[in-house]
């Protein structure tokens, strides 16, 4: 996905009509994208009202698209774990470290609902290179 297709995506997920949302000179082949742009901003605004950290940003679009509970489940469901809420607060709180599988399934989500299409690869690029001996 090229830079202009990704603008397209964040546009479209922020609300706005692409290509009308994307200035014409960012629209242009030869135009360089500048970092203050709109639609930057825009995202900033979407990801800080999700919160502060990642746990609190997932429990944020779980309570959304439903209940914690449901949510929890899902994740458990796609981990094969079997993590109660209030291991969930734990993480919330800071009293004890999320698990990197956790984390991994719960960026996903915060970055899907924040770039849409675009998040599979902004999640790769976040993943720590794989070692398999």
Request: glycine content about 6%; aromatic content about 2%; overall charge positive.
């Amino acid at each position: 996905m090229n830079t202009i297709q990704t603008i397209r995506v964040i546009a479209r997920r922020l609300g706005a009509d692409a290509p009308d949302a994307v200035p014409a000179q960012v629209m242009s082949r030869d135009a360089a994208i500048h970092p203050r742009r709109s639609w930057r901003s825009a995202l900033a605004a979407d990801a800080t009202a999700l919160g502060p950290d990642l746990v609190a940003a997932w429990c944020t679009l779980t309570r959304r698209n439903g209940s914690l509970t449901a949510g929890l489940a899902t994740l458990n469901a796609a981990l094969g774990t079997r993590h109660a809420l209030a291991r969930l607060g734990k993480w919330r709180r800071g009293d004890e470290p999320v698990p990197g599988p956790v984390q991994r399934v719960m960026r996903a989500a915060v970055l899907d609902a924040l770039l849409d299409t675009a998040a599979e690869p902004v999640a790769a690029i976040m993943e720590p290179p794989n070692h398999q001996k």
